[in-house]
């Protein structure tokens, strides 16, 4: 859900969630052994936009993003 204030037809403001659901579209495999430095990897999720995930993170998976930052929170679990 996203908010909009008004005034009239004038946009004011645009107030986004504060976290978005969105699934992995494409990363490549986690390097093995590589686990204990919490080493990250890029992983581009279905909106096209590109974000730094764990090792673990897989194509498919659902990832909860922050709006604000852009980072990556959490994996969701289905």
Do not use: M
Not at 7 to 29: F, N
Not at 36 to 52: I, R, S, W
Not at 56 to 67: P, S
């Amino acid at each position: 859900n996203v908010d909009l204030l008004f005034d009239g037809e004038e946009v004011l403001d645009i107030r986004l969630p504060a976290h978005v659901k969105l699934e992995v579209s494409h990363t490549e495999p986690g390097v093995k052994g590589n686990t204990a430095t919490g080493a990250t990897k890029p992983a581009t999720l279905e909106t096209n936009y590109t974000v730094n995930v764990p090792l673990f993170v897989e194509e498919g998976d659902v990832l909860k993003v922050d709006t604000r930052s852009g980072e990556y929170i959490e994996r969701v679990k289905s």
